[in-house]
């Protein structure tokens, strides 16, 4: 009897924990597991291959640790209690770079050599005032690092040779002023520079140090020209990733000595090329990544075709990229995902064909419990072609289901295909997220990509009421249940969407969202002065596009806005000002508009701030359940 009604008792728990999973009741994942930080990050391998370096979150602060590949010993180099170790790189075999946090809203950090057994730390520079950037990431005679700082003037980069033995720094190139990028060829030497004057933007190129630079050609600020390298047997010809002359880049050959293209690597009208790898070790172009609804490669080495076709073998099904590799690219870091799945992180050894976990991005995720991101299309009221992704909630049926709309942050950005921690965390809430690659996302060329500059509230909110129509009119979506959300300029869409597109949004949620566009412009910091004229091609200019700035900037419409909203506000983020976003919530109490307002640090991640996550996360799902779901 006793055992008859223990397998009652248990029959009773099955048939429970069957009806959870019936339509429309997946299993509610925790918020926080969603948003763990991760334990280790930013994994490299050594040039030499013996050895891998990463950083290790510890009582919230990152250390950097390496690891004997051969024992898979590790050993602690850093030892920083209160602050971050925030970027880092191996210099030499025995060498390593590291950036120490000193204050993260204003992105100070100060510079430090370290070797790989942790001793003979030096500090290479101090970011009271200026800041210093790395432009080549190898030692040069043993000794020498070359670097761009700001020390002389604040608002333009020098670049030096810095000692990183005895701290000296002997000026290698003085900025006249406009130069905004430099750019070394594979011995260190620094060839080309890149000079703007915000309108337009010019490469010049010398054939060797000490020479003067040479202007060699002029461009128009929408155009992309990107030097890859310099071609070995040919050193005035470079490797470009260039939309010169056509609409979507190519991969090209350019002759330096006149400015004029040699030869198309890969490229034609329908593919965009976002990156480009070359190898050191076999001094010619590996291969290339195109962006279509997701990042493809196109192959110009056979051997590192065979090193992925090998990658697929061993992951398929699985996305895979090289985050780093030794000199003798034997060793590799691989980094894995999908749309379900945020991947791990893997050693490879190409000489034997074998992998080797190092650890996951975040074990908490079971891929089978997460959504398909799925990529689709639309066309906009005036024609257009506008792309996007739609993920649908597991267990519900695609029709009239709450919507969370998710535009991208920008100024100039786009979604991608790939797993996405809040695009999952809603679809386990049971909303379908809509993210679309609206006018003025990259990806595209630049023809849609210009045809989004200035029109913040204009063609862009267009494009994203025309989507939401387009999911109404496919059934998928209640139309009295869509809201949306965003963070930085993806904020600035959705609270413009509160006041300009009346009737189509039940609720609007921002995250350190851009509230006035014009504090945004005076907030760029002056080593940006001299792109300033691009962010007005961009975002609008304050003096000839004052009335739309002011139309697109929600501080300035507080009496139009007549539905819900959630504010958070990143108290330390340069790009908005606390205050004005206190006004702005006061001014919608005032009108008894419903208003929830947050206030944090920002909600960094893979690192520190669990708590203000969580509690960023949990204050958005309430408010989206009150606004959507119970509606």
């Known amino acids: 009897m006793i055992v008859y009604k223990r397998y009652f008792f248990l029959f009773l728990i099955s048939l429970a924990f069957a009806c959870q999973q019936k339509e429309g009741e997946a299993r509610l994942i925790p918020l926080d597991d969603f948003f763990k930080s991760q334990d280790k990050i930013y994994y490299r391998v050594s040039p030499d291959g013996l050895n891998i370096s990463y950083l290790k979150l510890e009582d919230s602060g990152l250390n950097l640790y390496i690891e004997d590949i051969a024992t898979g010993k590790a050993r602690k180099i850093t030892h920083l209690k209160d602050k971050n170790v925030i970027f880092y790189f191996w210099v030499s075999n025995n060498d390593l770079i590291y950036y120490k946090e000193i204050d993260a809203a204003k992105r100070r950090s100060d510079i430090f050599i370290i070797n790989k057994e942790g001793i003979n730390e030096r500090q290479l520079s101090r970011n009271e005032q200026g800041k210093m950037r790395v432009l080549e990431d190898q030692l040069i005679d043993d000794k020498f690092l070359l670097v761009s700082s700001n020390k002389r003037d604040s608002t333009v980069f020098d670049v030096y040779r810095l000692n990183v033995r005895n701290g000296a720094m002997e000026m290698a190139a003085k900025n006249p002023g406009n130069i905004t990028d430099w750019k070394t060829d594979s011995e260190g030497k620094l060839r080309l520079a890149v000079s703007t004057d915000g309108a337009t933007t010019t490469m010049l190129y010398r054939a060797q140090e000490g020479q003067v630079f040479k202007p060699i050609m002029t461009n128009n600020f929408i155009t992309t020209f990107k030097p890859v390298a310099f071609k070995h047997d040919r050193p005035n010809i470079i490797y470009a990733i260039s939309s010169v002359n056509r609409d979507k880049s190519a991969l090209v050959e350019v002759d ?24 050191r070790k076999k001094q010619k172009m590996s291969f290339l990544t195109y962006e ?33 590799r030794d000199k003798a690219e034997n060793v590799f870091v691989i980094r894995t995902f999908t749309d379900r799945n945020p991947g791990s992180y893997y050693l490879y050894f190409a000489d034997k064909r074998k992998l080797r976990k190092l650890s996951d991005f975040n074990s908490a995720i079971r891929e089978g419990e997460m959504s398909e991101m799925k990529a689709v299309s639309f066309q906009s009221k005036d024609g257009t072609k506008i792309n996007g992704y739609l993920t649908l909630p597991l267990h519900f049926k695609a029709v009239n289901l709450p919507v969370v709309v998710l535009p991208h942050d920008g100024p100039v950005s786009r979604d991608l295909w790939g797993y996405n921690a809040e695009v ?27 045809a989004g500059f200035k029109e913040w509230g204009g063609k862009i909110q267009d494009d994203i009421n025309d989507g939401v129509s387009w999911l109404i009119e ?12 965003g963070t930085g300029f993806g904020g600035n ?38 792109s300033l004229q691009l962010y007005y091609g961009i975002v609008g200019n304050p003096l000839t596009d004052a009335d739309q700035m002011r139309k697109s900037s929600p501080l300035f419409q507080t009496d139009r806005i007549n539905i819900p909203v959630f504010i958070c506000q990143n108290v330390k983020d ?10 702005f919530v006061k001014n919608l109490k005032k009108r008894n508009v419903n208003v929830t307002y947050l206030e944090n640090e920002g909600i960094v991640f893979p690192a520190k701030n669990q708590e203000s996550r969580h509690q960023f996360y949990t204050t958005l799902e309430q408010f989206l359940e009150t606004n959507l779901k119970n509606r």
């Not at 496919?474 to 959300?485: E, F, L, N, S, W």
Request: glycine share 6%; with cysteine; hydrophobic share 35%.
């Open 256 to 279: 330096c000595n006149t400015g004029k293209e040699l030869k198309v690597l890969f490229g034609n009208d329908t593919l965009n090329i976002t990156e480009a790898q070359y190898s």
């Open 292 to 324: 279509t609804w997701k990042k493809e490669k196109h192959y110009l080495d056979d051997s590192i075709k065979i090193i992925y076709d090998d990658l697929d073998r061993l992951l398929p099904k699985t996305e895979t990229q090289i985050l780093s």
């Open 424 to 450: 999952q965390f809603l679809a386990n809430r049971g909303y379908a997220v809509f993210q679309i690659n609206y006018r003025g996302s990259s990806g595209y060329g630049k023809t849609f990509m210009s």
């Open 474 to 485: 496919k059934k998928i979506a209640d139309p009295k249940r869509i809201g949306i959300y």
């Open 493 to 530: 869409v959705a609270l413009n969407s509160s006041y300009l597109s009346p009737g189509i949004y039940a609720c609007a949620a921002s995250n350190s969202g851009v509230i006035n566009l014009f504090a945004y412009l005076k907030s760029i910091p002056p080593y940006f002065k001299t």
């Open 574 to 583: 340069q790009n908005t000002n606390a205050g004005e976003s206190l006004q």
